[in-house]
């Protein structure tokens, strides 16, 4: 039976997520969370990386990065639509409610946070540029990522998810009146939406509204698998172009930015579904009953590690180089480490702290889990 919304809105009854499929969300947020964290390691040139000479670090920093790590956080976006179409049968206004305590909140915090250690690294080194502009404009941008990106750049996600929830009720009622029409806005949101103040990344819009319709459609797992299957074979060829494109020394800004957008979406697209099918190879072995330990961490490795990375790239940076360097690829695979290890302690410590401070800077979470 269907669910009246606001303002005649419908919403579908919503079958719940199977136990196999929320076990793969579950392995896929840790292995997404990782991968996008490589993006966001200081390279500490003022050039664009992906024009220098490239040598063969330099095509894995590139797979990394802009291959891999960006794209990644498609099935995330993927992800997130899937679960909130279930949360909307408690209500619009509930799902709100949650959302500003599991994205908004979180969002503040972790830039506060990052405004802090500015304040203070700029008392100790007297270098004060990485200070927000002193406006309305300027604060709303740095802790809410408003038209900007925030303080903590990979933040803008937690942003843009929020308006992508709020937006849910009518994506569902749309696309379960008319999903070729919704789609194609969609697309075209994605092709041409990049200057509005709506979403920092159009692109989300288009891969939560994946999410919501896998779920009002009532896709069961071997569906999605058949589909997903397909669109692995689509990788190769995807990421054959970009990596022509890196070692061409092609600035990717160069291009007409509908073109780029809609290669970078069929890149991000392929990129989702190869890691949905690692999700199944990995659930079918051992190797998660190794990794799901760290599931509790990952939370707080997403909103903390480009802060680590600004501050510890620091010291690294002298001792093994900027990009380009010899040595720069140790510290590259370094910080990463050394991410993980703050995250972990990040949470030992939050869960000595009183709870409102856990609950603002793990998403709302009751308790943490050690």
């Known amino acids: 039976m269907d669910k009246t919304l606001p ?16 076990l793969r969300i579950s392995i896929a947020r840790v292995l997404c969370i990782v991968l996008v964290t490589f993006v966001h390691v200081q390279p500490g040139i003022a050039e664009n990386v992906y024009t220098q000479p490239v040598d063969a670090f330099g095509l894995v920093y590139f797979l990394l990065t802009r291959v891999i790590g960006l794209s990644s956080v498609s099935l995330l976006g993927i992800v997130s639509g899937l679960l909130i179409a279930g949360s909307l049968t408690k209500g619009p206004l509930s799902t709100i409610t949650s959302k500003v305590r599991s994205l908004v909140v979180p969002l503040i915090a972790w830039n506060v946070v990052m405004f ?6 700029a008392q100790l080194s007297g270098n004060w540029e990485k200070l927000p502009e002193a406006s309305p404009l300027g604060i709303a941008n740095a802790f809410l990522a408003l038209r900007e990106w925030p303080l903590v750049v990979p933040l ?5 998810l929020f308006v992508c929830s709020l937006l849910a009720p009518l994506l569902v009622s749309a696309l379960w009146r008319a999903p070729t029409a ?12 990049q200057d509005t103040w709506l979403l920092q990344r159009p692109q989300l819009l288009l891969f939560f509204a994946i999410g919501l319709w896998l779920r009002i459609g009532a896709f069961n797992d071997d ?7 397909v669109f692995t074979l689509g990788l190769a060829p995807m990421a054959a172009i970009f990596f022509y494109i890196r070692i061409e020394g092609i600035p990717l800004n160069s291009l007409n930015p509908q073109f780029l957008a809609a290669l970078d979406t069929l890149l991000r697209i392929t990129t989702a579904a190869t ?3 690692v999700t199944l190879l990995i659930a079918g072995s051992r190797i998660w009953s190794r990794i799901k330990h760290f599931e509790p961490y990952v939370f707080v490795l997403f909103c903390s590690h480009a802060i680590v990375f600004e501050f510890a790239g620091i010291p690294l940076r002298r001792v093994f180089g900027n990009f380009g360097d ?3 690829s140790i510290s590259f695979f370094l910080q990463q480490l050394i991410a993980i290890a703050a ?3 990040g949470v030992m410590i939050l869960m000595r702290l009183p709870a409102a401070v856990g609950k603002a800077l793990n998403g709302g979470k009751v308790r943490l889990s050690s």
Do not use: C, E, N
Request: no cysteine; aromatic share 18%; net charge positive.
């Open 7 to 22: 303002f005649a809105m419908t919403l579908p009854d919503i079958t719940p997520v199977s136990r196999s499929t929320s």
């Open 116 to 121: 802090v250690l500015i304040i203070i690294y």
């Open 156 to 160: 803008w996600f937690l942003r843009d």
């Open 182 to 193: 919704t789609f194609a806005l969609l697309i075209g949101y994605m092709l041409f939406g």
């Open 223 to 229: 569906q999605i698998d058949r589909v997903t299957k």
């Open 275 to 277: 890691i949905w099918q």
């Open 326 to 328: 010899p040595l720069f």
């Open 343 to 345: 995250a972990w302690i």
